[in-house]
């Protein structure tokens, strides 16, 4: 499979994402999404979406002793809704309003994530969060945010099995819902496939950090590249807006 230069950089910030979920439990979305955007918009939300199920997967499999089902299946459930406004949203607004949405969606994450917020892991909070999640995460790729802000409080092994497992159900659910609405073709799929090898190098760097990074010293870093290109993906859309 022959690679062009910007699909060798996807792959690289693919990689990059995916051991700072696999390590911390979120940061994969947040860090890749708006990157990939600026290469090309048709990484967003089909490809990250679908490489994103396979990390899920891969996690659930490894943290299942850890995983309580029972605590996160309300945000699952709630993730059903929000996918499907997730999706009529990315079909009924142009090109520079999608970017403005998605700048203003991982900007905001970024600002929630700096202001420690203390919000318990309670049934309805978590129902609260998965609908949001399935909003901006089929609309934008970047549904993590939402549901981390929930379990802030919880250790980090216990935050990202559970994270993994909602994301494990609900990413299948956004990718059901952009193949319902027509968001989705083969050669977002053919995209998806040319970042698998990310996926697992992401995955095996992740074993090689673990331990050496923790949520705390990973977030000053994730946040700020994450922030710097939704800035740069904001600006992007302004100038569509303007029509400059």
Same mark, same amino acid.
């Given at each position: @499979?022959?690679?062009?230069? $910007?699909? #060798?950089?996807?792959? /690289?910030?693919?990689?990059?994402?995916?051991?700072?979920? !696999?390590?911390?439990?979120?940061?994969?979305?947040?860090?890749?999404?708006?990157?990939?955007?600026?290469?090309? $918009?048709?990484?967003?939300?089909? $490809?990250? /979406?679908?490489?994103?199920? *396979?990390?899920?997967? @891969?996690?659930?499999?490894?943290?299942?002793?850890?995983?309580?089902?029972?605590?996160?299946? $309300?945000?699952?459930? %709630?993730?059903?809704?929000?996918?499907?406004? *997730?999706?009529?949203?990315?079909?009924?607004?142009?090109?520079?309003? /999608?970017?403005?949405?998605?700048?203003?969606?991982? #900007?905001?994450?970024?600002?929630?994530?700096?202001?420690?917020?203390?919000?318990?892991?309670?049934?309805?909070?978590?129902?609260?969060?998965?609908?949001?999640?399935?909003?901006?995460?089929?609309?934008?790729?970047?549904?993590?945010?939402?549901?981390?802000?929930?379990?802030?409080?919880?250790?980090?092994?216990?935050?990202?099995?559970?994270?993994?497992?909602?994301?494990?159900?609900?990413?299948?659910?956004?990718?059901?819902?952009?193949?319902?609405? *027509?968001? #989705?073709?083969?050669? !977002?799929?053919?995209?998806?496939?040319?970042?698998?090898? *990310? /996926?697992?190098?992401?995955?095996?760097?992740?074993? +090689?950090?673990?331990?050496?990074?923790? !949520?705390?010293?990973?977030?000053?870093?994730?946040? %700020?590249?994450?922030?710097?290109? %939704?800035?740069?993906?904001?600006?992007?859309?302004?100038?569509?807006? +303007?029509?400059?």
């Amino acid at each position: @499979m022959l690679y062009t230069l $910007p699909e #060798l950089l996807a792959v /690289l910030i693919v990689t990059c994402g995916i051991a700072l979920q !696999t390590v911390v439990g979120i940061g994969y979305g947040l860090v890749a999404a708006p990157l990939l955007y600026l290469i090309d $918009p048709v990484y967003v939300p089909g $490809p990250i /979406l679908l490489v994103g199920f *396979g990390l899920a997967l @891969m996690m659930v499999i490894r943290e299942r002793r850890e995983l309580r089902w029972k605590r996160v299946m $309300p945000a699952i459930i %709630a993730r059903v809704p929000g996918a499907w406004c *997730g999706a009529a949203l990315l079909v009924a607004i142009p090109q520079y309003a /999608l970017s403005l949405f998605f700048g203003f969606s991982v #900007l905001s994450a970024v600002l929630l994530s700096l202001w420690r917020l203390s919000i318990p892991t309670t049934p309805i909070n978590l129902t609260i969060a998965g609908f949001l999640s399935g909003v901006t995460g089929t609309a934008t790729s970047v549904g993590g945010p939402p549901i981390a802000l929930v379990y802030q409080q919880q250790d980090r092994i216990t935050a990202r099995s559970e994270i993994a497992a909602f994301l494990l159900i609900g990413t299948p659910v956004s990718i059901i819902m952009l193949i319902h609405q *027509g968001s #989705l073709d083969w050669h !977002t799929a053919h995209l998806s496939l040319k970042m698998l090898p *990310g /996926l697992f190098l992401g995955f095996f760097l992740a074993r +090689l950090i673990d331990g050496k990074l923790t !949520t705390t010293s990973a977030k000053p870093l994730l946040l %700020a590249v994450s922030g710097a290109s %939704a800035l740069m993906v904001t600006i992007k859309g302004m100038i569509g807006w +303007l029509g400059l």
